[in-house]
């Protein structure tokens, strides 16, 4: 039998049930980890004895003095070898003492040597135990970089045996994304980061989580990344902290690491995947997740995915006993395998020893309305687990952050998401035991200021037992000082605002709320997007008067409610003081920037009505409120900047064009602009001068004698036969008046066409876009070509963002033959169906897609190869040919 001894002397006072100010813990990662003889030397109080040297052990009696240390009513202690006659915890480590490894038994003793008996099967069990007596005593270790220890008496434990409520309990920090842990986990060997790392596990371990995992990125040396993550998991081992990486199968998106080279044939894959999976698990790793689709919105034919697991999942097994492999079940719902089932679903083909995580994004909970990934809600993943095999392993892996400008990156508050993991924990709870069985949960995160350390630390205590939102800001409360009660209780309410908004009256709301990326804006226009983008200044502006009215009524009118709701929530928030608990100024600052975000959203939407209204200078002054906003939300930035953030300001906030990521950026680079306030500024401004300044419009004289306007649905990619490819190219042309001039409608009449834009839709050209096409009517069809035809591409708020270059431009349209020129047009119906040949240079839209979308060159250019069916291992031609069928409809004006 191993034991340990944890010997603890209270001074004979009486432990006060009143809870004092906050204190912070003393740094555990010094000497104090060593054992110290020297406990005569040191005033009554905690000794610890320890008589084993598993690191899990050790670390948390270092913990457990240096928590009773900063109680008033303990007067300290050491980590001692020999025990004493005083207050003692007694650690004894036995197996078969208990139904699990990582429970334990807490008994208070009520004869002998008072104190309090810890009994586990395991040392990480016994770890475990006597995390909870640290926590109980008022321990808070919120964020791996930050402490607290709020003064709790020691409670009298009655000798239940303690279970977690899951097995498998942490965080996949998603390292795709620039947040700290791609550095330090990516690059442990530059500067602090190895330290970091240690104390990353280190907050793990007190938080009584055991699975990290990451992505692996393809950026990654593995000459120098594995026999540095070799040292990492040997650590996280002595914690009980099971390690795992995600790797792709064929997936090109930002940066993932793929096991398969670009063009493999079937024997060649295989291989890729066993020398692959090789590399990786020479690190130590004890877990590996696949990312089974070449992105979240595109994919490999289905038997090839299922070979793939198959090879992948048999290797694991022959030569990688000791890990266990998982597939990441996506949540796209528009992504269909070749039996109309869900895609992301095929893993319940694959052997059963395949893990599963069973993801969903965002705040989004398993029941709710979720209007992402082209799904209405997420009740398909509860399908997957409904659906999977008793043996198969689960793990419930929703978000606390998504970044990309949805969340903390704004930033946004989000306290829905402490609610919605309550729910889908409560949700999970419930389900009968028939079926699949979830014994996990990871969550997915990726980033933790702005309060979003809250979600996760709230985790940390509801993956191990059952605790509620609330019930956890209750207990957190003293973390904010003597108004601690009345900070939750604005969190509680804002809570409450948000669910009522977001998951009863409107889900849609969010997008308001949330910034947006130009891949949104373009994605929205491609109908590729993980999350629609806000609806678009221009769109509302061109709304006819009922739909304005329908729109205003749903959207504008119920933000500009919510706006008043969250501002009487934020009247209960203590006002600012000096000396306050630097969390209660993150706190202030971060709910103070949720009202900022809906005033900002009310004001630029309520200038549409001025726009609409021919209203120039009631817009500027909305636009200059807006602007007002705007400022004061750099302001806040700033401070917070200077006075909160955990970690460097080069890892968080600034240029980081070291990075193994896609983005050279740190996650919070665009808050310190807040880039996603001031591009909306922008973007309103541009509306405003796009409304009320067409002087410039116009086509050259002599004006065509019959114009035509075609957009959207009316041009279609027919060449090459991809609905991806005519989704992507197609909606990449912008909406064109076609400007026809003939001498006359028959066979050897000569003639030309001006091609114009129309972004603003007044059926006039826009300023300097005019190309004239030279033409001839030969077999009843007009002909007419030009050397180049360059189109503004655009995103839905229609920002420039590249430019179309299409090379020897040749448009055919058939031409009816009946009616007469009149007074100089052609009439209506006079121009037919037709097309648009020429050839595209590939250069302008693959880098304008590498600038503005977070995938790489080689990701672009092997989607545009399949697009047009092209060996994967040629380079890209410089041009590509492209038909466009293009139908004209009825004319217009001139």
């Not at 000497?31 to 004895?49: F, I, K, R, T």
């Not at 968080?652 to 919070?668: D, N, S, V, W």
Request: aromatic residues 8%; glycine residues 8%.
């Amino acid at each position: 039998m191993r034991y340990v001894l944890v010997l603890a002397s209270l001074a004979l006072v009486a432990c006060s049930e009143d809870v004092p100010e906050m204190t912070a813990a003393a740094d555990t990662a010094t000497d104090s980890d060593q054992p110290n003889d020297a406990a005569g030397e040191l005033p009554v109080g905690l000794e610890v004895v320890v008589v084993t040297e598993h690191p899990g052990l050790l670390a948390a009696a270092a913990d457990l003095v240096d928590v009773a240390a900063t109680q008033p009513a303990w007067a300290g202690g050491a980590v001692v070898s020999e025990p004493g006659d005083r207050y003692a915890v007694v650690v004894t480590v036995a197996a078969g003492s208990g139904p699990d490894d990582q429970g334990y038994r807490l008994t208070t003793r009520a004869s002998g040597l008072p104190g309090v008996e810890v009994v586990a099967n395991t040392p990480v069990g016994a770890m475990n135990g006597l995390y909870q007596i640290a926590q109980d005593l008022g321990a808070l270790w919120i964020h791996p970089e930050e402490e607290h220890v709020v003064a709790r008496p020691m409670p009298t434990y009655p000798g239940d045996w303690t279970t977690p409520r899951y097995d498998r309990r942490g965080f996949h920090e998603h390292t795709q994304h620039p947040i700290p842990m791609s550095d330090y986990l990516l690059r442990p060997t530059v500067g602090d980061h190895r330290e970091r790392v240690s104390r990353y596990l280190r907050w793990m371990a007190r938080n009584r989580q055991n699975v990290l995992f990451f992505h692996a990125l393809k950026t990654l040396d593995l000459t120098t990344w594995v026999p540095a993550m070799k040292a990492i998991t040997a650590e996280a081992a002595g914690y009980g902290i099971d390690m795992g990486a995600v790797i792709g199968f064929a997936d090109e998106q930002q940066h993932a690491f793929k096991l398969i080279e670009t063009g493999a044939t079937a024997d060649e894959a295989d291989e890729d995947i066993r020398a692959g999976l090789d590399a990786v698990l020479a690190s130590g790793l004890q877990l590996i997740g696949f990312q089974i689709g070449t992105s979240e919105f595109t994919k490999p034919a289905d038997a090839e995915v299922l070979r793939w697991l198959d090879v992948a999942t048999s290797h694991v097994r022959d030569a990688h006993p000791g890990v266990r492999p998982y597939a990441w079940i996506h949540i796209t719902c528009s992504l269909l395998a070749e039996d109309g089932g869900k895609f992301f679903h095929l893993p319940l083909q694959a052997d059963s020893s395949l893990g599963a995580f069973v993801h969903t994004t965002m705040f989004y909970t398993l029941s709710d309305p979720a209007p992402v990934y082209d799904c209405e809600d997420f009740t398909h993943q509860v399908a997957f687990i409904d659906a999977a095999e008793a043996d198969r392993e689960l793990v419930f892996f929703p978000e606390t952050a998504w970044w990309l400008g949805f969340d903390n990156n704004v930033p946004l508050v989000l306290p829905i998401t402490g609610l919605s993991r309550e729910r889908d924990m409560a949700t999970l709870d419930a389900r009968p035991d028939d079926g699949g069985r979830v014994t996990g949960h990871v969550t997915f995160t990726s980033g933790r200021e702005w309060t979003y350390w809250q979600y996760d630390h709230f985790l940390t205590r509801a993956t191990w037992r059952t605790e509620t939102w609330e019930q956890y800001l209750d207990a957190t409360a003293p973390l904010f000082g003597s108004k601690g009660a009345a900070a939750a209780g604005v969190v509680k309410a804002v809570t409450a605002l948000q669910e009522k908004l977001l998951y009863q009256d409107n889900p849609e709301a969010i997008f308001y709320l949330a910034g947006e990326l130009t891949q949104d804006e373009v994605g929205a226009q491609i109908g590729i997007l993980a999350r629609r983008p806000k609806i678009a200044f221009k769109d509302v502006w061109e709304y006819d008067k009922a739909t304005y009215d329908a729109w205003k009524i749903r959207d504008l009118d119920r933000l500009t409610q919510f706006r008043a709701e969250v501002a009487a929530a934020l009247d209960g928030m203590p006002p600012a003081a000096d000396g306050e608990p630097t969390l209660l100024t993150e706190l202030r600052r971060s709910y103070t920037l949720l009202l900022d975000r809906v005033a900002h959203t009310v004001v630029l939407y309520g200038a549409i009505g001025d726009i609409r209204a021919k209203d120039r200078p009631a817009a500027d002054a909305k636009l200059a409120e807006a602007r007002a906003i705007t400022e004061e939300v750099k302001a806040i930035v700033a401070a917070t900047e200077s006075e909160i953030y955990r970690d460097p300001l080069n890892i968080l906030a600034e240029p980081k064009p070291e990075t193994l990521t896609a983005y050279p950026i740190g996650y919070l680079a665009e808050t310190r602009t807040a880039f996603f306030w001031s591009r909306r500024d922008d973007q309103l401004a541009d509306l405003i001068d796009l409304a009320f300044a067409a002087d410039d419009e116009g086509w050259p004289e002599p004006a065509p004698q019959s114009v035509y306007r075609t957009e959207g649905e009316a041009v279609l990619l027919t060449k090459p036969a991809s609905e991806l490819g005519s989704s992507i190219l197609a909606s990449f042309i912008p909406p064109l008046l076609l400007g026809v001039t003939l001498d006359a409608v028959t066979d050897g009449a000569k003639g030309h066409m001006d091609i114009g834009e129309d972004a603003n839709g007044n059926e006039l050209p826009d300023g300097a876009t005019v190309t004239r096409f030279e033409g001839s009517v030969a077999a009843g069809r007009l002909d007419a070509a030009a050397e180049r035809l360059e189109l503004d591409v655009r995103d839905s708020s229609s920002k420039v963002i590249a430019t179309m270059v299409l090379v020897a431009p040749r448009f055919s349209f058939a031409l009816d033959g009946s009616g007469k020129l009149g007074s100089g047009k052609l009439g209506s119906g006079k121009l037919g169906a037709g097309e648009l040949a020429a050839d595209f240079e590939t250069k302008p839209l693959i880098d304008a897609v590498i600038a503005n979308a977070g995938i790489d060159r080689a990701g672009i250019e092997s989607l545009v190869k399949s697009i047009f069916e092209l060996p994967a291992e040629e380079p890209l031609p410089a041009l590509l040919p492209v038909i466009f069928a293009v139908d004209p409809g009825a004319p217009v004006d001139p």
